[in-house]
């Protein structure tokens, strides 16, 4: 096993992420990715069609570089309106497994004014660490 999850004695559970991932192996820094497809295409305008996309996007890296939903220790989100994912938090997480099954690894959200791609509401970057 590379990735072991670290959990303080007495902390209470998170939901949805873990607060520290242990690993081992080769790291793979995935620059953020926003909800277009391969061809810079936004297929979605709805925050949960551009997330499940976005992290489709991660997947589609770590799958070229060897690896699997489980490598990916962190990720990072940046999005432009923090309601949204509020007021859709099961689609989230729907969409989420869809993609990364029930793998959550460490992460943060960071609510943002405004991503450099006028029509992304969401994006996210990755660490992944692959096997030696």
């Not at 081992?24 to 810079?40: D, P, S, V």
């Not at 996309?53 to 070229?64: G, P």
């Not at 959550?104 to 992304?120: H, I, N, Q, S, W």
Request: charged share 20%.
């Amino acid at each position: 096993m590379i990735h072991k999850i670290v959990q303080p004695e007495g902390w209470a559970p998170p939901k949805g992420y873990a607060n520290g991932v242990l690993a081992r192996g080769r790291t793979l820094y995935i620059g953020g990715q926003i909800g277009w497809n391969e061809k810079q295409v936004f297929e979605a305008s709805d925050f949960v069609g551009q997330m499940e996309q976005a992290l489709r996007n991660i997947m589609a890296v770590v799958t070229a570089a060897g690896g699997q939903a489980e490598h990916i220790c962190r990720l990072t989100w940046y999005v432009t309106e923090k309601q949204e994912y509020l007021n859709h938090q099961r689609e989230v997480g729907d969409a989420y497994r869809r993609v990364l099954g029930k793998h959550f690894p460490a992460m943060t959200m960071v609510v943002v004014r405004a991503l450099v791609e006028d029509e992304a509401l969401v994006e996210i970057e990755a660490t992944a660490v692959l096997p030696d």
